[in-house]
């Protein structure tokens, strides 16, 4: 019983993860795009020029993968507690833009990204 | 060159948009999982079979128009804005889904459910504040 439960909280945890390498991957190949954004004719030209970087491919794989392992979890745990610890993708996510995109995560974002989990915990459990 | 990263009013109501077609697929994701409810999964056989019989399903292929738009919405926004404040502010998704399913499923929302709704909104006001006073000048 309670080896499953940690099976299920490291799937959980796995499902995150490869949510965040998605993200990662298509926030950094934006990053290398330098265009301002501001007609339907740029956003087209914005993802042509997306689809040409192989990292965005890998990260749709990763994205793949997560919705799998997460249907999976879902097939085995209950809805509320696999919805409030998959809440950690904030953290995680706050964590790789802070070291790998290297952007400025500050004390007042920090804690806006703690209400947020906080909040999803109540709403997952209550 | 100094890229500019502030969070505008405009680039968060897409963010919005975003949370409500996002709602808008997983109901139509569920509405099209239930037309077949008699059916188990057992084998890949099964799997196969049960693809085979949600194809035709209008709800499957708005869902999938939905998660197109939302993808090419979100590179956009991306391309402006830092990952670390586009995905806490699109958590709005978290309220609308309960709240659809309490209006399509009569559910209540219980005292507990309502705190973390606020708090969840107090969140996204804060990681946006964060945004906002960031902007570096050129």
Known sequence: ?126 | MVKKRRLTLKIFLFLVFIDFLETFAQFCFKKTALSERGLEIKAFADAAHFIGTIIPSPFLWLGLISVMMIFVIWSTILSKIDLSVAVPVCSFSYITIPLVSVFYFHEKISALRWFGIFFIIFGIIFVSLSSKHKEEPE
């Not at chain 1, 290398?32 to 970087?53: E, M, S």
């Open chain 1, 1 to 126: 019983m309670k080896q499953s439960l940690i099976f299920i909280i490291l799937l959980i945890f796995l499902t995150d993860l490869c949510d965040t390498i998605s993200q990662l991957s298509l926030k950094s190949s934006i990053n290398t795009i330098d265009l301002h954004v501001n007609t339907v004719k740029k956003i087209i030209k914005l993802l042509l020029k997306l689809a040409k970087i192989p990292r965005i491919w890998i990260g749709f794989l990763f994205s793949t993968l997560s919705l799998a392992i997460w249907l999976f979890v879902l097939s085995k745990a209950e809805l509320s507690f696999a919805y409030s610890l998959d809440s950690m993708r904030y953290i995680l996510i706050a964590l790789a833009s802070m070291l790998i995109l290297k952007e400025k995560v500050g004390l007042i974002r920090w804690l806006g990204i703690a209400s947020v989990v906080l909040g999803i915990l109540l709403v997952a459990t209550g």
